[in-house]
Structures are given as structure tokens and as C-alpha cells.
């Protein structure tokens, strides 16, 4: 186990503060991206020999997450015409303050799920559990149908990151599982958006009230 | 006998050196831009032109006016004289020295407030104000990076949390200092009215917040408050620095070398900050401050789990 | 005998999905419809052999089956269960599709048909799965394969549906990933090799570590809760049941449901063969009671009839978790409420299918009357809501009882209090919605649109009222049995 280790999980753990807190949407997609290579990236650090196969993982997930998939969301953007998060359900401080609490109760509960010794004392379950729990919590205040996506990449990369301890014992199960994911949420969502975007004028899933009790 | 020559050093830094940084943050954001820019000695050229000058002082003011000015200068002169440049410099260390640097500066911005308050214009009240608020909520990120260093140092004394034992403690809770580091430089461009937070060359008195308090000032209380701010950035640029670079060499001239070279980084890298980034709304930034607030926190999290 | 058993297996799977290849491709637009019942007949001579073994058959040794790729897929008693329930179920429907198909002519069904297919493979692939990974792959691909079949009617309204049909549901699925995540580690942790294949998570679950089983659960629970739509996982359901067409509402309330249901039992079983069931049944006798309040409460004063089909799927999901949760006799009563529960689904959203194309609007202020104008399908539909609240002589009602009987005989009396209280609000909500549907007059403003009851439109439904009907008065012997092993095997530590 490397040093380095808990301080770049520290560093992913930042990105969600930055996801929650930020309106610009273009900066949202940085940080997911962000995050999402450097998740890519720590297979090479959290197992210290990794083989072809672990190599292609890596390469796969950082292209995925820190490129294709934000290229895909910013050309989604100007084709949907949207710069900025306006005023979410829950507004911006509330956003960061219920995700702070989300990481300290992750951390809580982590301490509660015993690590096996080769894990031991680092911080993947927690901030794993709180990059999902951030990601949520996007997913469940945002009105924009991209700030949606992009709390389920949140989401997905939480999931990932705990994938990553798994990893050497069940390669096959992360892989197919994140390349999966992956790939409906970018896909069938994207289809969706453009298909929103032609039958509504903005995406903003607040006009998709029609369907109200 | 080397800690009475790192004390007398240490003055002599504290006098001198902090209108320099002044000239580097205004040099370094004028290289950005492509320009020239003012020499770096201009704020000591500033300083002395205002000492000559006349003061005016509108009718409607009083006592606090003219005493606002002065106590923001002997307060930031006290704080320096607090935190350690290099090891063990300070020529004032007592235990629980941590809270009075905390409400020295409290006490400086009061002031300021209030003589602010004192003109009766409604600029200055608004420019009090919103200082107020953002101070407000920078200093609990402020003091939880103190806790940090509390809990790693076992001491509630300044000279002893900035110290040499710092250096060994990177290692080990080097996420927690990462994160205080972070949480602390944020804290700085809030207390020292930099972007984004406040913009320095604004010159539309409704976009000011610190610049509008010190609009009525004239003559050397201008300079009193120049300079008060510029050992204010000094204080919090040191508390930067020994947080980063708190290695020792063991011989006098490397220690304080590495001091000037850290306090100038500093200076270049919040020209570089403000250089890069436009001023946040107002609306925002609060958030900003409050996700300091939480950088802190987390450091003081990790360090206990 | 083997190679006979896996080629089985794997023809189970295959076979639905060539047929969609071909459906796919097929030119007529017209024809095309008939794939999916000679697809969907196909697949029910196939699950029947291997349930009933006919000549055609292998061995099956009670409980354990026949299995493939290595003990991946594997045909068990549960299995038995839920894939014949399936493969009945997507047959009646099909039957019912070349008549509806017709009456929306306009409408290119190459998709619609294809994936229809696709779907019965990939729910077959779940039922057969015996490696939690697999199962969880084959759950995705049936949301996405459902994704365009809501979109069918390609107006806005839909639109919404399916996109929060397939934004919740895959964070249902996300999360069960995570789930499975957990349950891996824990084998990891009790320094085992980390496994997901069933069979083997059984056999080791006593030395699990309790905690990451206990995380799992949750997390697997609530997953593959939101494919099932279970309170609070349930909001995308009213939408995307309101307005998908009637076939596929009745595949995704009975089938795709049940799918999500076994997964949950799976994790039960692990669960229940580990140190201490308690805490999986509680919660599931807990979020089966809130499922079925939730149900109730959202069903009062509803004025489209076809989100209170969907309501009342999320109260029957309810009451299928709180049976298993009770356990015992209701365990057995909630095997054969999945089954009950499926076919009067059926006759409801076919028959409100029906109703909503002849009247133009869902709306109980625009329809009224259906007996009148449409005898057979709102005579259906005021069947189907006799069936599916519970009254005798239909099916429902004999599971429910038994629910009742297993909860009373526990000494869950508190649950069957509830239980009973939540049946009669639904009843009479239901009966609020449904009854002015049918009775009165058609109004004389309501549109028509020239739609008529047909055989092509009537019979599958009239077949499947009769099955619920049967079912009703007399449970047949050999699913007696199937129903009484799967139980035993459900409740039984390995």
C-alpha cells in the first residue's frame, strides 16, 4: 500500500465538495473528470505490479471517464444550450454542507465494516461512501438533465472506487460492471437529452412536471 | 545567542519587507498581463509620499476615525511580532498566544469597521458589512487549521505549533496539513481582500468591500493602513509559509533564505491567483468560505479517526 | 444426459434472442408482429420441458438442477418457478400483440417487437443466473431493453416516463452493483476467495463477515427494490406504467418484477444461510408494509386509471416482500401471490389498454361507461379489479389468505392488522377509480376513435382471467408441490 494513497482519496473526496458546490456546469464536468482519471489511475498505486490486463483497465477507465465521457456532456451542453445550474432544490451551501455531513457519517459507518489486512487503515470505504452519497444527493436537488448525469457519474465513480479493492481478487466483476454503467448512463442518457432537447426547449427537468400527482 | 539574532532578524524583516509583497503581487499580476508594471519598491515610494501629506478629516467623524487607522497598524504589528518567521524568531510566545493573533486581527478590522461606520456614508457601512460577514465565516476555518496544529504539536503556543517539531509531522498526517494548507491560503485571499473575493484595483465604490472602508482616509492615516495591511498579508503569508516549508537546515542564513524565498512565493503566487481568476459573486461566495471551513474540518477529521 | 441439460439451458436464452435478430430485420411491418407469439410459444415448450421433465428432458435433483458454464446458470426450484410464471405470462401477452400492433399500424414496431424479445432472454438470464455478477448484468440489459419500449408512443408524456424510468432505475442498478460489491468483499474479508457464484456464497456464508453481508443487503435490497418499485424507490413507476402500452405494462409489472424480486431473494438466501436472517426479514417485513401504505395512500383519488395499476403493483410488491419476510406458510402464499399477482396484471393492463385506446383518454372524467361501449374489455377490467383486491373466487385472494394465515400463525399480529387495513383502503380507493370507469354512460362528448372489441384483443385477456380464475378454486397438484419446494428451499439454511 502506498503512502500516497489516502491523500489523493483526500483529493477525490475535494472533487465532490467541488461537484456540490459549483453552478457553472462546465466546471462540474472538470472535476467528475477529473476525478474519474485519478480513480482511473490508482490501480497502478493501490496494486504495485499490475499486468496487461490491469494495464488496459487503467487505460480504458482514464479515457472513458477523463475524456470521452466529458467531451460527449460538453458537446451535449452547447447543443442544449445550458451554462449554469440556476437554483437547484437545494440551494449550493445546503448542497455542500448535507455532503460534509454525508462524508462524516461515511466515516462513521465505514468504521463499523472491518477492512481485510492488505487494506487496512486506508480511506477507500469512506470516501468511496461519500462519493456516492455526494453523487446522490446531485442526482436527487438538481433540476438540469446534465447536472443529473453528472451526479450519476458521481455516483458510478463512489462505486468504482470501491471496485478498486476488489480488484486483483475479481477483475472481471469491476471491469464489466464500470465499463457497463458507463455505458448506459452515457448512451441511453445522451439519447435521451437530445430527444428532450427536440421535444422540449431547455433541458431542464422541471418541465417534466407534466406527469404530476 | 542565535535566538536573539533570529529575534532582531525578524523585527527587521517584519519593518521592512511587507510593502515589498505589496510590489510583488502588483509586479507579478502586471507580467501576467503583458505590461511592465509599477517597480516593485513603488508601495515604500507610496508609503513615503502619504507620510508627507496633509490628513483631511470630514466633520462628521470622531475619535474613532482617526483611531481606526492606528489600531489596525499596531494590531498587525503585534501579530507579527507573534508568529514565528523561522523557528524560533518570535520575539513574543506565551502559551495560548494562538487566540490573541486571531482577535488581534479581530480587533484590527473592528476598528476598521467602525471608523468606517463613523463617516456615516452609506458605502463604507456596506463595505463594513459585507467585511464583517465574510470574516465571520473565514475564521472558523482559521482556527480549525489551528486545532490541526494543536492536536499534532501537544501545545497551545505558536512557536512551538509552527516549530521545528512541524517538519515531522508531514510525513505522517501529511493529508491533514495538505488540507489545512489548502484551507488557509483560501482564508488569506478572504482576510486580505484579494480576488476572488474582493478586487484590490477596483475603482467602483459599490464592487468594493475592503477598499470602501478605507475611502475616507487621507494623508499618513492612508499610509498607517497600507502598511497595517500589508503586515497583515506578511502575518498570514509567514503562517503559510511555515506551514509548508517548516524544514531547518541548522545554519542562520539557509533558515531565513528559505523564509524570503517562501514569503515572495507567496506574494507571486496570489499575483498569480488573482491573475487567473475573476472575483466570485457575492451570492458565492460564502460558499467558497464555507468549503474552506470544511477543508479544515476534514483535516481535523482524518487526524482524529 | 449433460450435454442435453446445458444446451437446454443455453437454448433458453438463445433462442428468444435469434428470434429478435430475426424480427429485427424482417421487412413487413405488418407481419412482423407474429415473431414474438412464435418466439414467446417456442420458449414456452422449452421451459416447459425442463420444468415438467417431458421427453425432451434431463435430470433434476430437487432442489439443485441442471447447470452450465460451470455452475453459472443453473435451473432450481425457485428458478423452475418464476421462469414458468415468465414464459406464461410473455406467451398471453404475446397473443395479444399482432391484434394491438394492428390497431396502431401507423407505428413501426421493428424495435418494439425486437426487444420484446430481447426482453424474455434477458429475463430468463436473470431467473437462470446463479452468479450474482451475471444476475446483475442481465438485470441491466432488461432496463435497457425496456428503455424503448415505454418510449413506443414517441410523445413528450412518454418521453418523461422513460427518462425517469431509466435515470432511477439505473441507480437501483448502480447501487445493487455496489451491493454485489460488498457481498464480494465479504468473502474476500473472511480470507476466502471472493466469489459471487450462489452456490458457493451459500456454502460459505456462516464464516461471511457479518457486517459487509448486512451492508449488502441493504444496498441489494434497495437496488433491486427500485427495479421492483418499492416504496420510496417507487416514483418511477406511476409515470412509466402510465403510459406505456398495455403489453408492456403487464411485462414489466409481472415480469420484470419478478425478475427484481428473485434477485432479492437470492441475497435472502445468502442472508438466511449466513448467522442471522432477522435483520433481512425485518426490514422486509417493514418496506412491504410501507410499499403497500404507500400504495393505498397514492391509490385514493386517483383519476387516471392506469397510474393506479401501477400503484397497485407497488402495494403487490409489498405484499410479496412482507409474505418472504414473515415467512413460513406466507413464504409459500408469496410464491403464489407472484404468480397470481402476474396474470391479473394482465387482464388489467390489457384490459385498460383497451379502454384507453377506445376512449382516447385515461382520465376517469372523460371515461365512463366502459361496459357499455366496450362489454368484454370493461367487463375484464371490472374482473380484473375484483381479482386483484382480494375477492374470492379469484386467485389473489387464496394467496393473500395465506399471507394472512402465515403472519397470524407467526404471531405477527401487528403486520397482519396493518396488512388487513391496507387491503380494504386499497379496495376502496381501487373501487373509486375503477367503478365509475365502468358503470354509467359513455359521455356524449367523448371521443371514438372506432376502436372495438375484437378476438385478436379480447381472448388472451379472457385466457387470462381463466388461469386467475382456476388458480382461484383449485391449486393444481405438481405447482402445489413446485410451490411447496421452493418454499422449503427458500427457508431452509444449506
Redesign the interface.
Known amino acids: 500500500m502506498s503512502q500516497y494513497i489516502d491523500p489523493l482519496l483526500i483529493v477525490a473526496l475535494s472533487l465532490n465538495f467541488v461537484a456540490l458546490g459549483v453552478s457553472r456546469i462546465r466546471a462540474v464536468i472538470n472535476a467528475v473528470a477529473i476525478q474519474g482519471m485519478l480513480l482511473g489511475f490508482l490501480p497502478v498505486l493501490v496494486h504495485g505490479q499490475i499486468r496487461l490486463r490491469g494495464m488496459l483497465l487503467v487505460a480504458v477507465t482514464v479515457l472513458l471517464k477523463g475524456i470521452i465521457i466529458p467531451r460527449f456532456l460538453i458537446h451535449a451542453m452547447r447543443e442544449a444550450n445550458v451554462q449554469h445550474e440556476v437554483k437547484p432544490v437545494v440551494n449550493f451551501m445546503s448542497s455542500l454542507l448535507l455532503g460534509a455531513v454525508g462524508t462524516g457519517l461515511a466515516m462513521v459507518f465505514a468504521s463499523t465494516l472491518p477492512l481485510a489486512e492488505e487494506h487496512a487503515g486506508t480511506l477507500f470505504v469512506p470516501a468511496s461512501l461519500s462519493t456516492v452519497w455526494a453523487g446522490f444527493l446531485m442526482l436527487t436537488t438538481r433540476k438540469k438533465a446534465i447536472m443529473q448525469v453528472l451526479g450519476y457519474l458521481l455516483l458510478e465513480n463512489g462505486i468504482f472506487l470501491f471496485g478498486l479493492l476488489l480488484l486483483e481478487a475479481m477483475p472481471f466483476l469491476v471491469e464489466i460492471g464500470v465499463l457497463l454503467d458507463l455505458f448506459t448512463c452515457v448512451f441511453v442518457m445522451g439519447i435521451i437529452i437530445h430527444h428532450i432537447n427536440r421535444e422540449f426547449t431547455s433541458i431542464g427537468t422541471e418541465q417534466l412536471t407534466s406527469l404530476r400527482e | 545567542m542565535t535566538a536573539i539574532t533570529n529575534q532582531i532578524i525578524h523585527v527587521l524583516l517584519a519593518i521592512t519587507v511587507p510593502p515589498l509583497l505589496l510590489g510583488v503581487v502588483a509586479k507579478t499580476k502586471a507580467l501576467f498581463a503583458g505590461r511592465v508594471g509599477p517597480p516593485l519598491l513603488q508601495p515604500y515610494y507610496d508609503l513615503i509620499r502619504l507620510m508627507q501629506k496633509g490628513s483631511v478629516f470630514s466633520t462628521t467623524t470622531t475619535w474613532v476615525f482617526r483611531a481606526g487607522p492606528v489600531v489596525a497598524l499596531v494590531t498587525a504589528a503585534l501579530a507579527a511580532l507573534l508568529v514565528p518567521l523561522t523557528a524560533d524568531s518570535a520575539p513574543l510566545s506565551f502559551t495560548g498566544d494562538l487566540i490573541l493573533l486571531a482577535y488581534l486581527f479581530g480587533l484590527g478590522r473592528f476598528f476598521t469597521a467602525l471608523a468606517a461606520l463613523d463617516t456615516g456614508s452609506s458605502f463604507e457601512g456596506m463595505g463594513a458589512a459585507r467585511e464583517v460577514t465574510f470574516s465571520c465565516l473565514a475564521e472558523p476555518a482559521f482556527f480549525m487549521g489551528l486545532l490541526v496544529l494543536v492536536k499534532l504539536s501537544g501545545s497551545l503556543q505558536l512557536s512551538v505549533m509552527l516549530g521545528s517539531t512541524l517538519a515531522a509531522h508531514w510525513p505522517t498526517a501529511g493529508a491533514s496539513l495538505a488540507l489545512v494548507l489548502i484551507s488557509w491560503f483560501i482564508v488569506l485571499l478572504a482576510e486580505n481582500s484579494r480576488i476572488p473575493f474582493d478586487d484590490p484595483n477596483t475603482h467602483l465604490e459599490l464592487t468594493m468591500i475592503h477598499e470602501v472602508m478605507v475611502l475616507d482616509h487621507s494623508g499618513p492615516a492612508y499610509g498607517m493602513i497600507l502598511y497595517g495591511a500589508a503586515l497583515k498579508l506578511f502575518v498570514f503569508g509567514t503562517l503559510i509559509v511555515r506551514l509548508a516549508l517548516p524544514w531547518e537546515t541548522g545554519t542562520l542564513a539557509a533558515d531565513w533564505l528559505i523564509f524570503g524565498g517562501g514569503i515572495l512565493g507567496v506574494a507571486v503566487l496570489i499575483g498569480i491567483v488573482e491573475s487567473s481568476m475573476a472575483r466570485l459573486r457575492l451570492t458565492h461566495v460564502p460558499i467558497l468560505l464555507v468549503a474552506a471551513c470544511l477543508l479544515s474540518a476534514f483535516g481535523i477529521v482524518l487526524l482524529v479517526r | 444426459m449433460v450435454d442435453l441439460e446445458t444446451n437446454e439451458i443455453y437454448l433458453l436464452i438463445l433462442y428468444p434472442l435469434a428470434v429478435a435478430g430475426a424480427a429485427f430485420v424482417f421487412p413487413s411491418n405488418r407481419w412482423r408482429p407474429w415473431f414474438v407469439p412464435v418466439g414467446a410459444f417456442g420458449h414456452l415448450v422449452l421451459v416447459a420441458s425442463a420444468v415438467f421433465q417431458w421427453p425432451l428432458a434431463f435430470q433434476s435433483t430437487g432442489a439443485a438442477g441442471a447447470t452450465a458454464l460451470g455452475g453459472w446458470l443453473e435451473l432450481d426450484v425457485l428458478c423452475k418457478v418464476v421462469l414458468g410464471f415468465l414464459s406464461v405470462l410473455f406467451f398471453l401477452c404475446s397473443l395479444y400483440l399482432p391484434g394491438y400492433l394492428a390497431a396502431r399500424a401507423e407505428r413501426p414496431n421493428r424495435v418494439f417487437c425486437a426487444n420484446l424479445l430481447a426482453v424474455l432472454a434477458m429475463m430468463t438470464l436473470v431467473t437462470l443466473s446463479h452468479h450474482l ?1 451475471l444476475m ?2 442481465a438485470m ?1 440489459a432488461t ?2 431493453a425496456t ?1 424503448p419500449l415505454l418510449y413506443f408512443n414517441h410523445n ?2 412518454s ?6 424510468y ?2 432511477i432505475g ?2 437501483g ?2 447501487l445493487a ?2 451491493g ?3 457481498l ?2 465479504a468473502s ?2 473472511a ?1 476466502l ?4 457464484l450462489f452456490d458457493q456464497l451459500i456454502q460459505s456464508a456462516p464464516k461471511l ?1 457479518a ?2 453481508v448486512h ?1 449488502a443487503f441493504v444496498l441489494l435490497f434497495i437496488g433491486y427494490g427500485t427495479k421492483m418499485g418499492l416504496a420510496p424507490m417507487h416514483t418511477w413507476k ?2 412509466a406504467y ?2 406505456a402500452p398495455g403489453v408492456v405494462g403487464t411485462l414489466l409489472a409481472g415480469g420484470v418484477t419478478s425478475c427484481a424480486f428473485l434477485a432479492i431473494l437470492r441475497v435472502y438466501q445468502i442472508c438466511r444461510a449466513g448467522t442471522d436472517a432477522d435483520f433481512a426479514r425485518e426490514i422486509m417485513v417493514f418496506m412491504g408494509l410501507l410499499s403497500m401504505g404507500f400504495g393505498a395512500v ?1 391509490m385514493v383519488r386517483q383519476r387516471d386509471f392506469k397510474r393506479m395499476l401501477a400503484y397497485s403493483s407497488v402495494e403487490h410488491m409489498g405484499i410479496l416482500v412482507l409474505g418472504v419476510g414473515i415467512g413460513g406458510m406466507a413464504a409459500y402464499g408469496a410464491l403464489l401471490h407472484l404468480i397470481n399477482n402476474g396474470l391479473t396484471k394482465g387482464v388489467l393492463f390489457l384490459s385498460a389498454g383497451n379502454i384507453h385506446r377506445s376512449y382516447g383518454s385515461k382520465l376517469i372524467g372523460d371515461v365512463q361507461g366502459a361496459l357499455k361501449r366496450l362489454p368484454l374489455s370493461g367487463g375484464l377490467f371490472l374482473a380484473g379489479f375484483l381479482a386483484i383486491t382480494g375477492s374470492p373466487p379469484f386467485g389473489p385472494f387464496v394467496s393473500e389468505f395465506t399471507i394472512l394465515n402465515g403472519a397470524v400463525g407467526g404471531g405477527h399480529f401487528v403486520a397482519a392488522a396493518l396488512f388487513l387495513l391496507l387491503l380494504a383502503i386499497v379496495f376502496i380507493g381501487m373501487g373509486a377509480t375503477v367503478l365509475p370507469v365502468v358503470l354509467g354512460t359513455p359521455p356524449a362528448h367523448s371521443a371514438t376513435n372506432g376502436f372495438r372489441d375484437s378476438f385478436a384483443t379480447g381472448a388472451p385477456i379472457v385466457l387470462f382471467l381463466a388461469l386467475v380464475l382456476f388458480l382461484g378454486v383449485y391449486v393444481p397438484h405438481p405447482l402445489d408441490s413446485l410451490l411447496r419446494d421452493a418454499a422449503t428451499y427458500l427457508e431452509v439454511t444449506r
Not at chain 3, 418521453?159 to 425517469?164: F, G, R, V
Not at chain 3, 476467495?193 to 459471487?196: A, R
Open positions: 455478477g446483475w448484468v441491466e432496463t435497457l428503455g413528450p408524456r418521453l418523461e416516463a422513460t427518462w425517469k431509466l435515470l439505473s441507480v442498478i448502480a452493483l455496489f454485489s460489491f460488498f464480494a468483499y474476500l474479508k480470507g476467495e471472493s466469489t459471487l463477515s457486517p459487509w451492508a406511476p409515470d402510465g403510459e397514492f
